[in-house]
C-alpha cells in the first residue's frame, strides 16, 4: 500500500526547489535554493542566469530534501513537477530532471500548475490541521511577482477541484510594483520584504493615489456565473470582471519622485544600501536611510495596493457566492495585506485562510500538494511532458 509519498520539484522562476510531502498533508522536507542574491545585482530575474542556476542547483536540492525527509529514492510513490507558468528555460530544468527520474524509478510523474501549487500552499497546511471550515467555493487570490489572479475554486466530480478564473491583471503584477517601485527608491530586491517593513514608519495618507475603473472583460465564465448570482441584472448586460492593473500606480510614483525632486538623496541611500548587503529591511539602519518623504510614499503605495486587492477580491467573493478566501504568493507574506484582508473576513464573517510565510513564496512543497488529488485520481504526465510558459488555471 503505497504511503502517498510525493517528491515535489519546482524551478519556473528564481527559486530551485524539492519537498517531499506525504499525502498531501505532511511536508517532510521543504528545501528551497534562492537566487535572489544573484538577481539583486541587475533589480530583477534575468532568464538566462536562472536556467543555469537552476542547472547548478536541482541534483543537490534534490538530495538536501530527500535527505532531511529520511526518504530513499526507492520509496517515492511519484515526482511531481511544475509545467508552468514561468520562464521556458527555467522550468525546462525542473521538467527534465523530474522526467528522467521517474522514468529511471518506474514511478508515474504528475504534472502541476504553479498557480495551482499557490493555492494548495493554503490546502496543505489545512489538511493538516484537519478541520479548517473550507467550504466550496472559495475564492482564491494568487499575487506575486508574475501573478495577480482570482479564481473561483468548485468541486469537481472526484476529489480535485476546477478553477474558474474571475480576475486578472490586464499589466503588472501586484508584486512586479511592489519591486519596481522598491527599485525606484533604492531599496533592495526583492522589494516586497523593504516595503512592508518600511512602511509602518509613513504616513499611508501623504501622497493620494488612486485607482481608476478598468476596462473590464467579460469572460464567459464570470458572465454565466454572475447571471446565476444576481437576478436583477439585465440580460446581455456585462459581467463585472474583477481584473487589477498595477501600472498606473507605479508610473504615479515614478513621477511623484520626480516632481519632488527625490532623485539625489535616493540614488545616494541606494549606493549606500548596495555598499552595506547586511542592511535588511527590517534592520533599523533600513529605516534611517530612507527619509520621511520617502517612508510616506512607501506608505501610501502600500496603502493603496492592499486596499485595491482588498476591494476586488470580496468584491469577487460576494458576487459569486464564496463561502471563503484564499490568499497566496509571495504578496500574501504582506503583513499590512494579511491584517486588513482578515479584518475584512472577520467583518463579513467569512473564513480568509494564508499559507505560513515559508510556503507564502515560491516552494516544491505546494506542487507536491497539488499533486496529491491528481495523483490519487490516477492523473499522470506523458512521458514527452514539455514545458508551457504561459500555462493557464
Ligand atoms: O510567489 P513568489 O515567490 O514568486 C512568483 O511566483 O512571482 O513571489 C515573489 C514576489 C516578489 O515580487 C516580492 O517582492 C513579493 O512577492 N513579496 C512581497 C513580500 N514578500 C515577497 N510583497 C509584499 N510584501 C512582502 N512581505
Ligand atoms: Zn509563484
Known amino acids: 500500500e503505497a504511503a502517498g509519498l510525493i517528491l515535489g ?15 498531501g498533508s505532511t511536508a517532510l522536507s521543504n528545501v528551497v535554493a534562492s537566487q535572489m542574491s544573484l538577481h539583486a545585482n541587475y533589480g530583477g530575474v ?25 526518504v530513499a529514492l526507492a520509496d517515492l510513490d511519484a515526482v511531481a513537477v511544475t509545467e508552468g507558468p514561468g520562464l521556458a528555460g527555467a ?17 508515474p510523474l504528475v504534472a502541476v500548475n504553479h498557480l495551482e501549487g499557490h493555492i494548495h500552499a493554503v490546502l ?7 478541520g479548517v471550515p473550507m467550504e466550496l467555493p472559495l475564492l482564491a487570490l494568487v499575487v506575486s511577482g508574475g501573478h495577480t489572479h482570482l479564481y473561483l475554486a468548485e468541486q469537481a ?71 446565476k448570482h444576481s437576478s436583477s ?4 448586460k456585462p459581467a463585472p470582471a474583477f481584473d487589477f492593473s498595477f501600472s498606473g500606480i507605479k508610473t504615479a510614483a515614478r513621477r511623484y519622485v520626480e516632481t519632488h525632486h527625490m532623485k539625489p538623496g535616493i540614488e545616494y541611500r541606494h549606493a549606500e544600501l548596495a555598499a552595506n548587503p547586511q542592511i535588511k529591511p527590517q534592520s533599523p539602519e533600513a529605516v534611517q536611510l530612507c527619509n520621511p518623504q520617502t517612508l510616506d510614499l512607501i506608505a501610501s503605495f502600500q496603502h493603496a495596493v492592499v486596499g485595491n486587492l482588498l476591494r476586488q477580491t470580496f468584491a469577487a467573493a460576494e458576487a459569486f457566492g464564496a463561502r471563503g478566501i484564499i490568499v497566496s504568493g509571495g504578496v500574501a507574506a504582506n503583513r499590512e495585506l494579511r491584517r486588513r484582508f482578515q479584518a475584512e473576513a472577520d467583518r463579513r464573517s467569512l473564513p480568509v485562510a494564508f499559507p505560513s510565510l515559508a510556503l507564502s513564496t515560491d516552494n ?30
Open 124 to 130: 496543505l497546511e489545512a489538511r493538516q490541521r484537519a
Open 9 to 23: 520539484i519546482e524551478s519556473s522562476c528564481d527559486e530551485t526547489a524539492a519537498a517531499v510531502v506525504r499525502a
Open 46 to 70: 534575468v532568464p538566462e542566469l536562472a536556467s543555469r542556476e537552476h542547472l547548478r542547483n536541482i541534483v543537490p536540492v534534490v538530495r538536501e530534501a530527500l535527505a532531511q525527509a529520511k
Open 157 to 227: 466530480a472526484n476529489d480535485t477541484w476546477t478553477y474558474r478564473n474571475v480576475g486578472r491583471t490586464v499589466d503588472d503584477a501586484a508584486g512586479e510594483a511592489y519591486d519596481k517601485v522598491a527599485k525606484l527608491l533604492g531599496l533592495g530586491y526583492p522589494g516586497g520584504p523593504w516595503i512592508d517593513a518600511l512602511a509602518p514608519h509613513g504616513n499611508p495618507r501623504a501622497v493620494p493615489f488612486a485607482f481608476g475603473q478598468i476596462k473590464t472583460r467579460a469572460t464567459k465564465a464570470a458572465q454565466a456565473e454572475h447571471s
Open 364 to 393: 516544491a512543497a505546494m506542487i507536491a500538494a497539488a499533486a496529491w488529488p491528481k495523483f490519487l485520481a490516477g492523473n499522470f504526465a506523458p512521458e514527452d511532458l514539455g514545458a508551457t510558459p504561459q500555462l493557464r488555471l
Open 91 to 107: 522550468l525546462l530544468v525542473g521538467i527534465t530532471y523530474a522526467k528522467a527520474l521517474s522514468f529511471g524509478l518506474g514511478k
Open 233 to 236: 441584472q439585465k440580460p446581455g
